[in-house]
Protein backbone atom coordinates (compact mmCIF):
# COMPACT_ATOMS: atom_id res chain seq x y z
CA UNK A 1 0.00 0.00 0.00
CA UNK A 2 1.45 3.60 -0.79
CA UNK A 3 0.44 6.25 1.81
CA UNK A 4 0.60 10.23 0.21
CA UNK A 5 1.87 11.81 3.11
CA UNK A 6 1.67 15.11 2.10
CA UNK A 7 -1.39 16.15 -0.06
CA UNK A 8 -3.49 19.25 -0.40
CA UNK A 9 -6.40 18.01 -1.21
CA UNK A 10 -8.37 20.73 0.52
CA UNK A 11 -6.82 23.56 -1.75
CA UNK A 12 -9.86 24.99 -3.87
CA UNK A 13 -7.92 23.87 -6.62
CA UNK A 14 -9.80 20.37 -6.47
CA UNK A 15 -13.08 21.40 -5.36
CA UNK A 16 -14.01 20.83 -9.47
CA UNK A 17 -12.68 17.44 -9.07
CA UNK A 18 -12.03 15.83 -6.00
CA UNK A 19 -13.42 12.76 -5.44
CA UNK A 20 -11.52 11.67 -9.18
CA UNK A 21 -8.39 12.89 -7.79
CA UNK A 22 -9.39 10.78 -4.57
CA UNK A 23 -10.70 7.59 -7.06
CA UNK A 24 -7.70 8.23 -9.50
CA UNK A 25 -5.02 7.98 -6.19
CA UNK A 26 -7.49 4.50 -4.57
CA UNK A 27 -6.62 2.63 -8.07
CA UNK A 28 -3.37 3.26 -8.48
CA UNK A 29 -2.55 1.84 -4.98
CA UNK A 30 -2.74 5.05 -2.63
CA UNK A 31 -4.06 3.49 0.19
CA UNK A 32 -3.92 6.70 2.48
CA UNK A 33 -3.77 10.19 2.30
CA UNK A 34 -2.70 12.76 5.39
CA UNK A 35 -3.82 16.31 4.13
CA UNK A 36 -1.27 18.90 6.08
CA UNK A 37 -3.01 21.94 6.83
CA UNK A 38 -0.89 24.97 6.48
CA UNK A 39 -3.53 27.48 8.22
CA UNK A 40 -6.39 28.12 10.83
CA UNK A 41 -8.72 28.52 7.64
CA UNK A 42 -7.55 25.12 6.63
CA UNK A 43 -8.53 23.34 9.55
CA UNK A 44 -11.73 22.82 9.33
CA UNK A 45 -11.54 21.46 6.09
CA UNK A 46 -9.01 19.28 6.56
CA UNK A 47 -10.76 17.72 9.23
CA UNK A 48 -13.95 17.58 7.28
CA UNK A 49 -12.32 15.35 4.41
CA UNK A 50 -10.82 12.88 6.96
CA UNK A 51 -14.10 12.72 8.06
CA UNK A 52 -15.57 12.17 5.22
CA UNK A 53 -13.12 9.47 3.62
CA UNK A 54 -11.94 6.29 5.25
CA UNK A 55 -8.75 6.81 3.76
CA UNK A 56 -8.02 10.44 4.66
CA UNK A 57 -6.23 12.08 7.60
CA UNK A 58 -5.59 15.73 8.56
CA UNK A 59 -2.35 17.22 9.92
CA UNK A 60 -2.78 20.68 12.05
CA UNK A 61 -0.34 23.76 11.68
CA UNK A 62 0.89 26.82 10.87
CA UNK A 63 3.26 26.70 8.37
CA UNK A 64 6.30 30.07 8.31
CA UNK A 65 5.74 30.88 4.83
CA UNK A 66 2.18 32.17 5.89
CA UNK A 67 2.89 33.21 9.43
CA UNK A 68 2.61 36.92 8.69
CA UNK A 69 -1.25 36.07 7.50
CA UNK A 70 -1.45 34.64 10.98
CA UNK A 71 -3.77 36.40 13.78
CA UNK A 72 -1.98 36.80 16.85
CA UNK A 73 -4.30 34.24 18.62
CA UNK A 74 -3.89 31.37 16.01
CA UNK A 75 -0.79 29.50 17.91
CA UNK A 76 -3.30 29.60 21.09
CA UNK A 77 -5.81 28.32 18.79
CA UNK A 78 -3.88 25.65 17.31
CA UNK A 79 -2.78 24.35 21.02
CA UNK A 80 -6.49 24.69 21.58
CA UNK A 81 -7.44 22.80 18.52
CA UNK A 82 -4.89 20.25 18.57
CA UNK A 83 -6.26 19.63 22.13
CA UNK A 84 -9.57 19.15 21.05
CA UNK A 85 -9.01 16.47 18.33
CA UNK A 86 -5.63 14.80 20.04
CA UNK A 87 -7.65 11.82 19.90
CA UNK A 88 -9.38 12.30 16.64
CA UNK A 89 -8.77 8.85 14.82
CA UNK A 90 -8.24 10.64 11.85
CA UNK A 91 -5.67 12.88 13.33
CA UNK A 92 -2.26 11.91 12.02
CA UNK A 93 0.07 14.32 13.44
CA UNK A 94 1.05 18.46 13.79
CA UNK A 95 1.78 20.02 10.73
CA UNK A 96 2.53 21.27 8.01
CA UNK A 97 5.22 23.24 9.95
CA UNK A 98 7.96 23.46 7.64
CA UNK A 99 11.04 22.24 9.09
CA UNK A 100 12.05 21.21 6.11
CA UNK A 101 13.59 24.39 5.08
CA UNK A 102 12.23 24.75 1.93
CA UNK A 103 13.19 28.08 1.59
CA UNK A 104 16.59 29.21 2.28
CA UNK A 105 17.35 31.84 4.90
CA UNK A 106 14.05 31.56 6.27
CA UNK A 107 14.16 32.13 9.80
CA UNK A 108 12.17 29.36 11.79
Given at each position: ?8 L ?14 T??A????A ?30 H ?9 D????L??R????RH?P??A ?5 GL ?9
Amino acid sequence: MLIDTHCHLDAPEFDADRDAVLATARANGVGAIVIPAVFRREWDDAQALADAHADVYFALGIHPLYVDDAADDDLDALRQRIEAVRHHPRLAGIGEIGLDHFVPGLDL
